[in-house]
Structure formats: structure tokens, C-alpha cells
């Protein structure tokens, strides 16, 4: 019978990478500037969907009736 020499094998873990607050930070002021920017083209969307509608409507004479107040704010 013929007799095999085991095999030894040695596993390398790769090392963890640890989070600092540096990363946190980063990762947070990263956060809140997308929220930021999103915040801003979202408000810029519907208020200028807003604005043409009321330009479309002006326009087609669909201007509401006597029933509605109209706001100045200065």
C-alpha cells in the first residue's frame, strides 16, 4: 500500500478594515448633500410645473372663476 504525505494548507485571513469617524463623517456629509441637491431639482421641478400650468391655463382662458382669491405677497 502506498502511503500519501498529508497535505498542509494555511489559510491567510485578509485583514478587517476598520471604520473611523473621519469615514463616518465623510459618508454623512455625502449623504446630506445628495438629499440636498434632490431637494432642490425636486422643488425646481414642481415649481416650474407649477408656473406653466398657471401660464397654460391663463392662456387657454381657463382662468378660475369669481370664487377664487387671488394672494399678493410682496
Not at 4 to 17: A, F, G, N, R, S
Not at 22 to 49: E, H, M, R, W
Amino acid at each position: 500500500m502506498v502511503q500519501q504525505t498529508p497535505i498542509m494548507v494555511q489559510v491567510v485571513q485578509t485583514p478587517i478594515e476598520s471604520t473611523t469617524v473621519s469615514d463616518v463623517l465623510i459618508g454623512a456629509i455625502g449623504l446630506t448633500g445628495v438629499l440636498l441637491l434632490l431637494a432642490i431639482l425636486l422643488g425646481g421641478l414642481f415649481g416650474g410645473a407649477l408656473i406653466g400650468l398657471k401660464i397654460l391655463r391663463r392662456r387657454l382662458n381657463m382662468d378660475a372663476g369669481e370664487e377664487s382669491e387671488i394672494i399678493h405677497i410682496f
